[in-house]
C-alpha cells in the first residue's frame, strides 16, 4: 500500500484510529480553514502532539506521525487499552515554541488529552515542560536533550539521556577511534548547552576543538565549509537545524568541499535528515534507539511489522517517535480502572523502569539512577548502518 503524505493545515487536528478515518480527515483538513473541537467519546482515550510544518521539518513530522498512527492502529486492531479506543490528536504548528506551546494548550484544555508526547527541540520542549505542569499533565518523549528536562518534577518524562550523556558516549568513541582535532558547527537552532556539551566532552577525552557559528544561509555556511579544512580537521561535529541542513545539501550538490574524514552528530530528529545529506562518508552518532532495520531488535522488528504500510516512518526519529509512544501505552495497561492524567501520571511516577523491546526503557530517562540508552552508530561511506 503506497501511501502519500498530505500536508496539514496549521492547527487542524486528525484523531487517529485507523488509516481510514486518518486520510479522510487529511483531505478534509487540506481543504477546510475552520478547525474542529469536541470532547473525548466514552470509551476514549485520548493523547495528544504536535509537530512541526515546514518545508525543512517535514521528512521528520512525517515519520514522526506516520510510526505514531501506525503503533495506535495496531493497539486498537487488539481491542485498544482494556476495550477503550486510543485517539491520536496530531496538531501542526509552524515550528516556534510560542506556535507549539499554542498547540500543546489546546491539546490539553480544548482537546483534553490524558497526555503529550514526542516534542522535538529545546525551546519547544521546555515549552511543553512549562504547560504540563501547569496542567497537572505528563509530557513523555522529548526528542531534546536540555538537563533541565531531566529534572525529576514528575511531569516530563523524556526518555531519552541528556545532551553531557551523549556528548560523552560520543567523544570516547572518536577518541578510540584516533580522532585528535574536531570542529562543532552550530547554527543556533539548539540551547548552547548543547554545542557547549559536545565542546567539552570532546576536549575531555583529549580532542582538540574548536566552535564555528553559522546563520541558516548559503553565505554562511558556504563560508564555514570553504574554511574548514584550514588547518585540517578529522571530525566534523553537527550541531545544525533542519533549516541549516537543506542548506548545506544544497551546497554540497554544488560544489565539493573538503570535508575531514568523519561526521558525526547526536541523536537528533535532524539525524533523519543529515545522514542523506553526507552520504558517501563515514558517519558517526550516538542514538538513543537500536537501527530501525536490525534483524537483531525486537524493538525495531515490531516496529516494522506495524509500520509495513507506512515505510515513510521508518527512521531514526520514528521509532524513538513510536517508543515514546509505547511508554505511554505500557503506563495505561497498568491502569485498572478509568485512565485520568492523574493516574496516568502516578504511573509514570512509580515506574523507574518498563521492558519494551529488548529495552530496559526508564520513563524519566537517567534522573532515576538507571541510565537511558545511548547507543552508538555508524554509517560506513558504503552506506552501511553499524551499531
Given at each position: 500500500m503506497e501511501i502519500t503524505p498530505v500536508r496539514l493545515r496549521p492547527h487542524w487536528p486528525c484523531r487517529f484510529v485507523g488509516w481510514g478515518a486518518w486520510f479522510r480527515c487529511l483531505a478534509a483538513g487540506a481543504a477546510l480553514t475552520a478547525p474542529w473541537v469536541d470532547a473525548p467519546a466514552a470509551g476514549v482515550i485520548r493523547i495528544g502532539q504536535s509537530l512541526p510544518d515546514s518545508p525543512e521539518s517535514y521528512k521528520i513530522s512525517t515519520?514522526?506521525?506516520?510510526?505514531?498512527?501506525?503503533?495506535?492502529?495496531?493497539?486498537?486492531?487488539?481491542?485498544?487499552?482494556?476495550?477503550?479506543?486510543?485517539?491520536?490528536?496530531?496538531?501542526?504548528?509552524?515550528?516556534?515554541?510560542?506556535g507549539y506551546a499554542r498547540n500543546v494548550t489546546r491539546l490539553l484544555e480544548d482537546e483534553?488529552?490524558?497526555?503529550?508526547?514526542?516534542?522535538?527541540?529545546?525551546?519547544?520542549?521546555?515549552?511543553?515542560?512549562?504547560?504540563?505542569?501547569?496542567?497537572?499533565?505528563?509530557?513523555?518523549?522529548?526528542?531534546?536533550?536540555?538537563?533541565?528536562?531531566?529534572?525529576?518534577?514528575?511531569?516530563v518524562f523524556p526518555v531519552r539521556a541528556d545532551y553531557p550523556a551523549e556528548a560523552k558516549a560520543l567523544a570516547r568513541q572518536l577518541a578510540t577511534i584516533g580522532v585528535a582535532t574536531?570542529?562543532?558547527?552550530?547554527?543556533?537552532?539548539?540551547?548552547?548547552?548543547?554545542?557547549?556539551?559536545?565542546?567539552?566532552?570532546m576536549r575531555s577525552s583529549g580532542i582538540a576543538t574548536t566552535v564555528v557559528e553559522v546563520k541558516a544561509d548559503k553565505t554562511s555556511?558556504?563560508?564555514?565549509?570553504?574554511?574548514?579544512?584550514?588547518?585540517?580537521?578529522?571530525?566534523?561535529?553537527?550541531?545544525l537545524g533542519a533549516a541549516s541542513l537543506a542548506v548545506t545539501g544544497e551546497l554540497l550538490q554544488e560544489k565539493a568541499p573538503e570535508l575531514p574524514a568523519v561526521i558525526a552528530s547526536l541523536a537528533d530528529p535532524e539525524l533523519t535528515l543529515s545522514i542523506g545529506i553526507f552520504r558517501g562518508r563515514t558517519y558517526?552518532?550516538?542514538?538513543?534507539?537500536?537501527?530501525?532495520?536490525?534483524?537483531?531488535?525486537?524493538?525495531?522488528?515490531?516496529f516494522r511489522q506495524d509500520l509495513v504500510n507506512a515505510p515513510f516512518g521508518i527512521s531514526y526519529a520514528g521509532l524513538e517517535a513510536y517508543l515514546n509512544l509505547r511508554v505511554v501505552i505500557e503506563?495505561?495497561?497498568?491502569?485498572?480502572?478509568?485512565?485520568?492524567?492523574?493516574?496516568?501520571?502516578?504511573?509514570?511516577?512509580?515506574?523507574?523502569?518498563?521492558?519494551?523491546?529488548?529495552?530496559?526503557?526508564?520513563?524519566?530517562?537517567?534522573?532515576?539512577?538507571?541510565?537511558?540508552?545511548?547507543?552508538?552508530?555508524?554509517?560506513?561511506?558504503?552506506g552501511i548502518v553499524l551499531e
Open positions: 515519520s514522526i506521525g506516520y510510526a505514531t498512527n501506525a503503533l495506535v492502529e495496531s493497539v486498537n486492531a487488539l481491542g485498544g487499552i482494556d476495550g477503550r479506543v486510543i485517539e491520536l490528536v496530531t496538531l501542526k504548528d509552524d515550528g516556534t515554541a510560542s483534553q488529552v490524558l497526555a503529550v508526547v514526542n516534542c522535538t527541540g529545546d525551546a519547544r520542549c521546555l515549552e511543553g515542560q512549562r504547560l504540563v505542569r501547569e496542567h497537572d499533565a505528563a509530557l513523555v518523549g522529548a526528542m531534546s536533550g536540555v538537563p533541565a528536562l531531566h529534572v525529576s518534577d514528575g511531569h574536531a570542529t562543532v558547527l552550530t547554527d543556533g537552532h539548539s540551547l548552547p548547552i548543547k554545542r557547549d556539551a559536545l565542546a567539552e566532552a555556511i558556504g563560508r564555514a565549509l570553504d574554511h574548514l579544512m584550514m588547518p585540517p580537521i578529522n571530525a566534523l561535529m553537527l550541531d558517526g552518532f550516538t542514538s538513543v534507539v537500536p537501527n530501525p532495520e536490525s534483524q537483531t531488535s525486537a524493538l525495531a522488528t515490531a503506563a495505561l495497561r497498568s491502569i485498572d480502572k478509568v485512565p485520568t492524567r492523574s493516574t496516568l501520571l502516578n504511573v509514570l511516577r512509580a515506574s523507574p523502569s518498563m521492558t519494551i523491546g529488548e529495552l530496559a526503557v526508564s520513563p524519566v530517562g537517567q534522573a532515576s539512577g538507571a541510565p537511558a540508552r545511548v547507543g552508538l552508530g555508524v554509517i560506513s561511506a558504503r
